[in-house]
């Protein structure tokens, strides 16, 4: 067989190369310190539907506070924001990610991610940057920004932050939208995932690169509640032709409330069958110790390769996808 | 049986939903932004040929279905049913014409097909992409015209008829794609 062979052709790897250039250009230029973080921790992202992949590094017994294992990340994100409360001021980092099971046009177990935080960047501030980015990088004159609220409530037709479980199951029969087997019993969060995917991303990002924000402060993952009402999450993302690309926080500082959080995470990937993930981390010690308020985005840089390439899978940006590597 | 759960869904599977055997004919992996992946599966049901799209969440299984193939040879047909044979252990299957389909314009004595077999009985059949069949009846040909593009109908050992040059004759053996119904070549005169 031919599998030696890379899936993406020439064009594309040399498109792609210079398009990491040009990204590392973009932070060097503002100041920003790229820094390199371990891919292998003792601690890993306490996410309902993440799954890390656990390597054995040690004996059973004799890792980490009694961990048998370690995790491969699926983001630089808890050692970049140790950095932050070290002293980081404005760093970025290139690197690979990994999470279990997910493949498919648009995902390969083992990825490339590009992550920033600046100290100091309020949530406009931190959208402003990411908008900056895609801008420059996909060389876009303009990038629209949409609240995730008004977004949804014009494409399914329900507001989002007060809509109760009936009336978004309703709106999908409304919309005669095919509904996943078993999502009888799945819960509200579920459903505003389901219809945002069906109905709102599709229409997100076609004409320009557009910044989704305020999301519903059930999926605030490690961002920072709002003081409005209803409450929404700080969080944003971008998505280009209906694909989402980067997903940024006003960060959350407060270590008791990320305690809560993960306590609630783990509750939930019981419910789903899922093994709990570690509750504790070196992060919570570093937000004990006091995390400057800050914004932070995660690039899916395979996904920005496709955008800017016309690919529409992902293996068309790769050398060796996972059937290949 | 066994049973599959959603990361080991993949083109090709064979599956039983509500009772009938399917194939998995696309699978298409979602996860939307940082919510719940999604299995989007488009189905073709084996017994009636129909095709169901249908979307899993990541904590449902689907039952595999007892279906496989076996190499067998169609020995004769009697009014509705046509009769094969199992190449390694002799047992004997038969096929309704409905069942048999258009694959019945290939049927010659001794051809050797792919059954496919669910809960032990069959339930269709695949020809080999090329078969070889004598043409038994036609329009006698232009002589010295060997154009390929010009065609004629010609009624062949099955009793079917395919378009064939024009310069084919009566008693020609001739290959046919079964993929397409097409001619391919003449193979012996």
Redesign the interface.
């Given at each position: 067989m031919n599998d030696f062979l890379p899936s993406a052709s020439w064009d594309r790897l040399r498109h792609r190369a210079a398009l990491l250039k040009r990204l590392r250009a973009f932070f060097d230029e503002r100041g920003f310190l790229e820094v390199e973080t371990p891919l292998l921790s003792a601690d890993t992202v306490v996410?309902?539907?993440?799954d890390p992949m656990t390597v054995c590094v040690a004996p059973a017994g004799t890792g980490d506070g009694g961990r048998p294992v370690e995790w491969l990340q699926t983001s630089p994100e808890f050692c970049m924001k140790r950095l932050l409360a070290a002293g980081g001021e404005a760093i970025y980092q290139v690197t690979r990610a990994f999470r279990q099971?997910?493949?498919?046009?648009?995902?390969n177990p083992e990825f490339s991610i590009v992550e920033w935080y600046r100290v100091g960047d309020d949530y406009p501030a931190g959208m402003d940057l990411l908008a900056d980015v895609a801008g420059t990088l996909l060389d876009a004159s303009a990038v629209q920004r949409v609240s995730y609220g008004g977004a949804f409530e014009r494409a399914a037709g329900v507001d989002p932050h007060r809509a109760d479980l009936a009336a978004l199951r309703h709106a999908a029969a409304a919309r005669a939208i095919?509904?996943?087997?078993?999502?009888e019993d799945?819960d509200r969060?579920?459903w505003l995932?389901?219809l945002?995917?069906r109905c709102v991303?599709p229409q997100l990002g076609c004409d320009q690169p557009a910044i989704v924000y305020d999301y519903p402060a059930s999926?605030a993952?490690l961002a920072r509640l709002g003081d409005g009402n209803p409450s929404v999450a700080e969080r944003f993302?971008l998505y280009v032709n209906g694909v989402?690309l980067a997903?940024g926080y006003h960060e959350l500082t407060d270590g008791a409330e990320l305690r809560r959080r993960n306590d609630a995470v783990n509750a939930l990937r019981e419910v789903?069958?899922k093994p709990a993930l570690p509750a504790t981390s070196r992060l919570l010690a570093a937000m004990d110790a006091g995390l400057p308020a800050c914004c932070g985005v995660a690039l899916g840089f395979d996904r920005l390769v496709m955008a800017a390439t016309g690919a529409d899978d992902i293996r068309d940006v790769l050398a060796f996808p996972v059937d290949r590597a | 049986m066994a049973s599959y759960k959603t990361n080991e869904f993949r083109k090709g599977l064979k599956v039983q939903i509500d009772g009938e055997p399917y194939l998995m004919i696309e699978m298409n992996f979602r996860k939307p932004g940082k919510g719940a992946a999604l299995f989007e599966c488009k189905l073709r049901n084996l017994l009636r040929n129909t095709i169901l799209s249908r979307t899993y969440r990541g904590t449902e299984t689907l039952e595999a279905a007892d279906v496989e193939e076996i190499d067998a040879q169609f020995l004769y047909r009697q009014g509705d049913m046509f009769v094969f044979m199992d190449n390694t252990n002799y047992e004997q299957y038969e096929l309704t014409s409905e069942q048999v389909d258009d694959a019945a314009k290939y049927l010659k004595e001794g051809l050797g097909c792919s059954l496919m077999l669910y809960n032990g009985n069959p339930i269709s059949l695949t020809p080999p992409n090329h078969v070889e069949l004598e043409i038994t009846e036609c329009e006698p040909g232009a002589k010295g015209d060997t154009a390929t593009n010009v065609t004629k109908p010609a009624k062949v050992e099955t009793g079917a008829e395919f378009q064939v040059p024009i310069f084919i004759k009566e008693g020609n053996i001739i290959k046919i794609d079964t993929r397409t119904g097409d001619y391919v070549e003449r193979v012996s005169n």
């Open positions: 996410d309902r539907h993440l099971d997910e493949r498919g046009r648009l995902h095919d509904v996943p087997v078993g999502y799945a969060d579920h995932e389901f945002f995917d991303a999926q993952m993302e989402e997903n789903d069958g | -």
